[in-house]
């Protein structure tokens, strides 16, 4: 990303292998990536549940504004354009554009950066460092990508040492 000019943050998610979350996130700080969160109560997100039982995108920002405080991000999970401008007029900092195509991806992150040049524009949601590329656009700041705390091999190794020759 950075090789191509881009300059957002490629984000790991808060989805982490249990009992393994500082290490994980650690890594991904290693690694040149931001950590999105380190846990819940870093940033509120708020995604379609919140929202559907608010009500609104709208009334979840604001309760969510009013629980959380002034100090404190909201995200919201946004799955078209109107849900992103609604959530961008609510008062909330960062829209995620979540299971985007490209092209739409970028049409959309313009649109909100022209109207609400302050709200972060995360993109999200299959997006594999084969086909990042393709998303990158000067009106996203974050791509998130949950397979870099989640997706990797597993290294099987034990502590055994080995047998001593015979004398």
């Known amino acids: 990303a950075t090789a191509q000019g881009w300059k957002g ?5 808060r989805k982490t292998t249990p009992g393994f979350r500082i290490v994980e996130k650690y890594a991904l700080l290693v690694g040149g990536a931001a950590t999105h969160r380190l846990d819940l109560s870093q940033m509120v997100m ?10 609104s995108i709208s009334l979840a920002v604001s309760r969510a504004r009013r629980a959380a405080g002034f100090s ?28 985007y195509a ?17 709200v972060l524009v995360e993109a999200s949601g299959g997006i594999t460092l084969e086909t990042m590329a393709d998303y990158l656009s000067p009106h996203v700041d974050i791509i998130s990508q949950g397979h870099l705390t989640q997706g990797y091999a597993v290294l099987d190794f034990s502590l055994k040492l080995p047998k001593p020759a015979a004398a």
């Open 9 to 13: 943050h490629v984000a790991g998610t």
């Open 72 to 99: 404190s991000k909201i995200e919201v999970e946004c799955q078209s354009l109107e849900d992103a401008l609604e959530a961008c007029a609510a008062g909330a900092d960062v829209v995620m554009l979540d299971n």
């Open 102 to 118: 490209p092209d739409a991806l970028k049409r959309d992150a313009g649109v909100i950066k022209g109207k609400f040049p302050q």
């Open 46 to 55: 708020l995604k379609d549940n919140h929202v559907w039982s608010a009500g």
